[in-house]
Every structure is written in C-alpha cells, then in structure tokens.
C-alpha cells in the first residue's frame, strides 16, 4: 500500500482505502475498526493522499504531504510529543519543527490536528506507507554523495 491507496472524503471523518474504481465513482473501505465501504461518488469530493500538499515558503510553494509524514516518522516514531489536547501555539511549534518552511498564514490549526490524526491512523493500520521506499533512499544516498 502507498499513498496512492488512500484517500479521504470531504464531510466524513478518518481516511478510506481505494478499493478500486466503479462506474459511477470509487469503492472505499474506511481504515477503522468497522471497515465499512462506501462508494463515492462524483459529487463527493474524495482526495488521494499523495495529491495533497501542504503550503510552505519555498519557491515551489508546497511540500507533499507524503513527505511530511515521512519526515514525522523518521524524527518521531510514533511518539510526537504532543499532550493530548494540545493547544493552537503547541501545534503550531510542533508543524513548524517539522517543516520549517511552514507557511503559517495559509496552514491553519485544524489542518495540523488533521495531519497528526492521519499520520497516527496510517501508522497503526498501514505503517509501510511511511517508510521510504528503496527508489527514493537510493536517490538521497545519491544526492549527498553529489553535494559532497
């Protein structure tokens, strides 16, 4: 599974599992307990994870949020450090370690809850999507061996 495989469904809480493509739209499984399945329709606003970006400074103006995540379980594992009903200036520290370059007039507080429920939902029910694949560790290892 990658980020390709999941999505989430604007109005519905937690993210779903692209099942696969009907006729009418696509065929979720929500990563819950329940695994209830539901079929999307068009008129359903449904974004797939590795589509989604989250805005920073940059000259390119976003970072993946495939990226991000990454990012979070390589530093955190698992134990971000946050309490359990962290307030707007603690998570907004917490976004900004993570990605420095955090745009934070465009990044609000609800989007951070959102991406610290998500990574901790991936990580119970798919943790393989958060390691880095082989492809992009060799292309890090070959990047710093160029700056070198």
Known sequence: MNFK???TVAGKPGLFKV???????????SMDAKKTKLVAGMSQRVSILSDISIYTLTEEGAEPLESVMQKMEAEFQGDLGLD???DDTELRAFMKHVLPEVDETRVYTSD????ITWYKLIR??????LQK???E???TKSEDK???
């Open 5 to 7: 495989d999941l999505a």
């Open 19 to 29: 099942l696969k493509p009907s006729r009418t739209g696509v065929i979720l499984e």
């Open 84 to 86: 359990v009903n962290p």
């Open 112 to 115: 951070i809850k959102k991406l």
């Open 124 to 129: 119970e029910k798919a943790p393989e999507v």
């Open 133 to 135: 694949s082989e492809e």
């Open 137 to 139: 560790k060799t292309e």
């Open 146 to 148: 160029s700056e070198k």
